[in-house]
């Protein structure tokens, strides 16, 4: 059965640092966007980053461009997102998802095949 797991999350101090990882199972990334959607404690989403898998390209949140970086490993089926100078307002629930359309990689609602997540907490 098709599914995407993600790992790496964890409890770190603000300014550190963390690498997350989506793996695809019975599954590749084609020409999808492959995505991480956060949701925090507040059950807010926001889509954060995608990457397309045919060309590369990148979107990024305005709340974490700059700290934050995606890429794609397509012979191992992996999608990372490394995370630097975290923050107390990055804690949340990641979740990587794919999107048929790069161009809509900001709409949370898009996004299918979601897998179950990995939590990030930021705190001193």
């Known amino acids: 059965q098709a599914h995407l797991v993600e790992s790496g999350g964890g409890l770190v101090r603000p300014g550190e640092s963390l690498t997350l990882t989506c793996t695809a199972f019975q599954f590749t990334f084609r020409d999808f966007g492959v995505g991480w959607v956060r949701q925090d404690p507040h059950n807010e989403r926001e889509a954060v980053s995608c990457i397309s898998a045919s060309d590369n390209t990148t979107y990024y949140a305005d709340s974490v461009k700059g700290r934050f970086t995606t890429s794609i490993n397509r012979a191992k089926n992996k999608v990372y997102l490394q995370m630097r100078n975290l923050r107390p307002e990055d804690t949340a629930l990641y979740r990587c998802?794919?999107?048929?359309?790069?161009?809509?990689?900001?709409?949370?609602?898009?996004?299918?095949?979601w897998g179950q997540g990995t939590q990030v907490t930021v705190s001193s």
């Open positions: 998802a794919v999107v048929v359309l790069s161009s809509r990689c900001q709409e949370v609602d898009q996004y299918e095949a």
